[in-house]
T-cell receptor, first 109, second 116 residues
Framework: GQNIDQPTEMTATEGAIVQINCTYQTSGFNGLFWYQQHAGEAPTFLSY??LDGLEEKGRFSSFLSRSKGYSYLLLKELQMKDSASYLC??????????WGAGTKLIIKP | IAGITQAPTSQILAAGRRMTLRCTQDMRHNAMYWYRQDLGLGLRLIHYSNTAGTTGKGEVPDGYSVSRANTDDFPLTLASAVPSQTSVYFC???????????????FGPGTRLTVL
């Protein structure tokens, strides 16, 4: 079956750095997405990786290793507004997104 | 620019009733999707449409139907609601799907549905 694993919850301190991991096993691979979802709101797009390596976008970076079925989202200089759930999703061989359950990130002052 | 709108925002429904959740996008996207989101689970695809006039079944289609008469609208109908359909429903759209590659999906604000 298809499976996306990510930690259920993480806690970090304002101003620090946090890394959220995602491992996947899917039938085919056409890219990996990270979305941010604040409580009670819709998911919003953060990043897309289809090739191995690191993609940097401001305070957020996303890394992909296709051979290891692994990705991480790196958040730097954490702000209170970064408290949210972070969703990992993989586009499978049919170009449908398979979603992880999400990682709830709690930022403490 | 509205993006994607959904209606209603929330609804409490008696079991056995029929309900249609509305979704409209103004981005002229070809592909549209309906997901449900339940606590502790990832988003699960109910139905999708790669282009106007076509629809397909996702991971959890039972009890739901969709239609895609035009590019902008993609309503989701629960013919006879059951309590297990209590969930948050998100509509999403992307510029294209399938053979044209992997496009970013953009989400509407969601509909919170409670079936009693």
């Amino acid at each position: 079956g298809q499976n996306i694993d990510q930690p259920t919850e993480m806690t970090a301190t304002e101003g620090a750095i946090v890394q959220i991991n995602c491992t996947y096993q899917t039938s085919g691979f056409n890219g990996l997405f990270w979305y941010q979802q604040h409580a009670g709101e819709a998911p919003t797009f953060l990043s897309y990786n289809v090739l191995d390596g690191l993609e940097e976008k401001g305070r957020f970076s996303s890394f992909l290793s296709r051979s290891k079925g692994y990705s991480y989202l790196l958040l730097k200089e954490l702000q209170m507004k970064d408290s949210a759930s972070y969703l990992c999703a993989v586009s499978d061989s049919n170009y449908q997104l398979i979603w992880g359950a999400g990682t709830k990130l709690i930022i403490k002052p | 620019i509205a993006g994607i709108t959904q209606a209603p925002t929330s609804q409490i429904l008696a079991a056995g009733r029929r309900m249609t959740l509305r979704c409209t996008q103004d981005m002229r996207h070809n592909a549209m999707y309906w997901y449900r989101q339940d606590l502790g689970l990832g988003l699960r695809l109910i139905h999708y449409s790669n282009t106007a006039g076509t629809t397909g079944k996702g991971e959890v289609p039972d009890g739901y139907s969709v239609s895609r008469a035009n590019t902008d609208d993609f309503p989701l109908t629960l013919a006879s609601a059951v309590p297990s359909q209590t969930s948050v429903y998100f509509c999403a759209s992307s510029e294209s799907a399938g053979e044209k590659g992997t496009d970013t999906q953009y989400f509407g604000p969601g509909t919170r549905l409670t079936v009693l």
